[in-house]
């Protein structure tokens, strides 16, 4: 089965610190996803790739950036945090190969922004 | 205009109910839909891709209207394992693999 890796599953940062959240799936998957998760919203997309070293911004990009130096791995980058980042971050891949392909989701983390 | 949107509930229906979700659409060039549920705590999971004629899967039934722009769910002889939140998803401007969730309907089965 697909398994895609956050690295923590709780974070605590101060406003101001530069954060950086990892994912890596094991699949060879060419699309990677970064989703924020907030109470009455539900999931926002903040940025895809769909190959390595290209991105594509979603919805909510400000305030946060990516990097896809390999194809497993995507990394969602808060410059300088702020307290209305505080939110559960979802990372997701899938295959690249055809249409309306189901996301794997990895666990999740509760990123906490003092 | 939210390009998903979904009645956030909460549904809370006794065991054996049918109970229907529906959900709307902006983007009139969408071309992949489908369900997600996602538990209490827990990552969003496909629980089924949605067809233009309509499909089913055991005890769920999803719907697709492309002329309204509206998908729907319906599960029959709810059960307390049903309990959930179920995330409508249809893709996005960019391509058809680019996701876009509904914020979820929060689903409370009873004994």
């Known amino acids: 089965d697909v398994k895609v890796t956050q690295s923590s599953r709780y974070l605590v940062k101060r406003t101001g610190e530069k954060v950086f959240l990892e994912c890596v799936q094991d699949m060879d998957h060419e699309n990677m996803f970064w989703y924020r998760q907030d109470p009455g919203l539900g999931l926002r997309l903040i940025y895809f790739?769909?190959?390595?070293?290209?991105?594509e911004k979603g919805d909510i990009p400000e305030g946060y950036s990516v990097s896809r130096e390999k194809k497993e791995r995507f990394s969602l980058i808060l410059e300088s945090a702020s307290t209305n980042q505080t939110s559960m971050y979802l990372c997701a891949s899938s295959p690249g190969q055809g249409n309306g392909e189901k996301l794997f989701f990895g666990s999740g983390t509760q990123l906490s922004v003092l | 205009r939210k390009e998903v949107e979904q009645d956030p509930g909460p549904f809370n229906v006794p065991e054996g109910a049918t109970v229907a979700f529906n959900c709307t659409y902006s983007?009139?060039?969408?071309?992949?839909f489908f369900w997600y549920r996602q538990d209490c705590r827990k990552e969003p999971k496909l629980l089924m891709s949605v067809y233009s004629s309509g499909n089913e899967d055991g005890r769920f039934t999803a719907q697709l209207n492309r002329a309204s722009q509206y998908i729907s769910l319906l599960i029959r002889d709810s059960k307390l394992s049903d309990s959930a939140t179920y995330l409508c998803?249809?893709?996005?401007?960019?391509?058809?693999?680019?996701?876009?969730f509904g914020a979820g309907t929060r689903l409370t089965v009873k004994p």
């Open positions: 983007n009139s060039a969408s071309q992949s």
């Open positions: 998803v249809v893709n996005g401007p960019y391509n058809n693999n680019d996701m876009r």
């Open positions: 790739s769909y190959d390595v070293k290209m991105k």
